[in-house]
């Protein structure tokens, strides 16, 4: 069953505006990743986390490794039209020793010039 | 830089007919991993294979098969095809298993 809880499910914004998405779980993972996928297309690869408390940038975005292991956040600041997609947080459980990741529900995204 | 490339991008195929998707990892990645994505939902994990050797079994029908080769790409092999069976499948690839995956493009496959 789903084990990692992503909202907002959608958020409609202006141009310009921040926004803030989430992951949470009841159970700890090793590691968090954010992709992004446009219709049709595959997830690619936005940040990546490996440590309790991690921080991370890469441009406008920053995403954190919640300390509890459970969760995570991306924040995407000053929003333009090519942010549109659906953004999905992914993760590895302890133990997993082949790799499978676990995917969020997903946030869809629509920025309005 | 190099990504993974999937083959076919698109197939159609009938019930009950045969399909096999190709993946080709990024050089040097020895892990390989399959998702299938349905509409509206997120990629749910099939099969992995490390070293050309199964390393995990997620949700994957017994009517699938998967196997990595001596070059590392992977052949997902799927049989007696239902309508369920359309989605988009995803090949993704590490190097090492539990390494930050990256994914291909995606084979859709649909079936009449």
């Known amino acids: 069953g789903q084990q990692l809880n992503q909202s907002p499910q959608s958020m409609f914004i202006q141009e310009g505006e921040d926004v803030s998405m989430n992951c949470t779980s009841s159970s700890i993972f090793n590691t968090w990743l954010w992709y992004k996928q446009d219709p049709g297309e595959g997830p690619v690869l936005l940040i990546a986390?490996?440590?309790?408390?991690e921080l991370t940038s890469n441009g406008r975005l920053t995403a954190q490794f919640g300390i509890t292991r459970k969760d995570s956040f991306l924040n995407i600041s000053a929003s333009i039209p090519s942010d549109v997609g659906i953004y999905f947080c992914a993760g590895h459980r302890p133990g997993n020793q082949g790799g499978k990741l676990i995917f969020g529900q997903g946030t869809e995204l629509s920025v309005k010039p | 830089a190099a990504g993974v490339i999937q083959s076919p991008r698109h197939l159609i195929k009938e019930k009950r007919e045969t399909a096999t998707l190709k993946c080709y990892p990024i050089?040097?990645?020895?892990?390989v991993y399959w998702y299938q994505q349905g509409p509206g939902q997120d990629p749910q994990f099939l099969i992995s294979f490390y070293e050309k050797m199964q390393s995990d079994k997620g949700s994957i029908p017994d009517r699938f098969s998967a196997q990595q080769f001596s070059d590392y790409h992977s052949e997902l092999n799927m049989s007696s095809l239902e309508l369920g069976d359309s989605a988009l499948y995803f090949c993704?690839?590490?190097?090492?298993?539990?390494?930050?995956?990256?994914f291909g493009p995606g084979t859709r496959l649909t079936v009449l």
């Open positions: 993704a690839s590490s190097f090492l298993a539990g390494d930050t995956q990256y």
């Open positions: 050089p040097r990645h020895d892990t």
């Open positions: 986390l490996y440590k309790a408390g």
